[in-house]
């Protein structure tokens, strides 16, 4: 009678609904990281619109609070300080979908984060303050990211 348990559809039922368990569980793993992707993309939105309200308004941001820039500075430094952020989105988003993304586009961001992003923050003394700001902080993009990003962007 043992010999016989293959004959048996209970066996074959069961063997399907361990199949179908596993695709259920793959299938909401991948929904729950999109759904993550989604969420942490929509918050970098919603970061790059207030940053760039303090530009278009013209009013101090917690950046330039922070650093004491003098108001007669604070119009320029926001101008750089908004696009030095949206890099930093830029290469959070790289740094959060690298699983995904083949590692030659990786590599290229990479690439140029160390000779065309690293050269630009350090010709400017306010730009290499908002950097050590940000990576001292860790503002709002987490230790893991910075700790990566540092690697590429060891500026004193």
């Given at each position: 009678?043992?010999?016989n348990w293959?004959?048996?559809?209970g066996?074959?039922?069961l063997?399907?609904?361990i199949?179908?368990?596993?695709?259920?569980?793959?299938?909401?793993?991948?929904?729950?990281?999109?759904?993550?992707?989604?969420?942490?993309?929509?918050?970098?939105?919603?970061a790059?619109?207030?940053?760039?309200?303090?530009l278009?308004?013209k009013?101090?941001g917690p950046?330039?609070?922070?650093?004491?820039i003098?108001d007669e500075?604070?119009?320029?430094?926001t101008?750089?300080t908004?696009?030095?952020?949206?890099?930093?989105?830029?290469?959070?988003?790289v740094?959060?979908?690298?699983d995904?993304?083949?590692?030659?586009?990786?590599d290229?961001?990479?690439?140029?984060?160390?000779?065309?992003?690293?050269?630009?923050?350090?010709?400017?003394?306010?730009?290499?303050?908002s950097?050590?700001l940000?990576?001292?902080?860790?503002?709002?993009?987490g230790?893991?990211?910075i700790?990566?990003l540092?690697?590429?962007?060891?500026?004193?």
């Amino acid at each position: 009678m043992i010999a016989n348990w293959y004959t048996n559809p209970g066996w074959y039922a069961l063997l399907m609904s361990i199949i179908a368990c596993v695709i259920s569980i793959l299938s909401w793993k991948h929904s729950r990281r999109a759904t993550r992707s989604e969420i942490n993309r929509n918050l970098v939105r919603q970061a790059t619109e207030i940053n760039e309200a303090f530009l278009r308004h013209k009013v101090k941001g917690p950046y330039a609070y922070h650093l004491k820039i003098p108001d007669e500075k604070v119009q320029e430094y926001t101008a750089k300080t908004v696009m030095f952020l949206h890099q930093i989105n830029l290469l959070r988003d790289v740094y959060d979908q690298r699983d995904i993304l083949r590692q030659k586009v990786v590599d290229s961001y990479i690439n140029w984060t160390t000779t065309i992003l690293r050269p630009w923050i350090e010709s400017d003394e306010d730009l290499k303050n908002s950097w050590k700001l940000l990576r001292n902080s860790k503002d709002m993009v987490g230790d893991d990211f910075i700790q990566w990003l540092e690697c590429y962007l060891p500026i004193l």
